[in-house]
């Protein structure tokens, strides 16, 4: 985690920006009855969004750390609400709900955690990870 944090930090963030734009929320199921809820980039997002991955991503196997493919995971997306139980909340109603009231995702939406805080000691929000 902490050789990762280094080349998060060396890496030239200011000259690769990503503008975020989100289609809509899904249903996500994580594991057996249980579900969170997503806003999940658009086409263009996860196109920018997976060019700045593979920068990225190509650094940190230099460094000797294998990575999971990106195809395997989840497109790119932000969790607003995470662990609910699908069999005793219905999550399609919140998803149907969230859609028709958000018509267009426009202001940034907040990481409540970030790991390196845990795992590295402290992070400046001024210069990220």
Not at 20 to 42: C, E, G, R, T, W
Not at 44 to 60: C, G
Not at 70 to 84: E, L, S, V
């Amino acid at each position: 985690m902490c050789k990762i944090r280094s080349i998060l930090q060396q890496f030239d963030w200011k000259n690769n920006p990503v503008t975020i734009s989100y289609k809509n929320a899904l249903a996500m199921v994580d594991k057996p009855s249980s579900s969170s809820i997503d806003v999940i980039a658009d086409s263009n997002s996860q196109t920018e969004l997976m060019a700045l991955w593979n920068k990225v991503d190509a650094l940190v196997k230099a460094a000797g750390i294998s990575t999971l493919s990106r195809t395997k995971q989840y497109p790119f997306h932000n969790t607003i609400a995470g662990m609910i139980s699908y069999q005793s909340f219905p999550v399609d109603t919140a998803i149907a709900a969230v859609n028709a009231i958000i018509k267009q995702w426009t202001n940034p939406i907040g990481v409540a955690e970030q790991p390196q805080i845990r795992f590295c000691g402290t992070w400046d929000p001024n210069t990220g990870p």
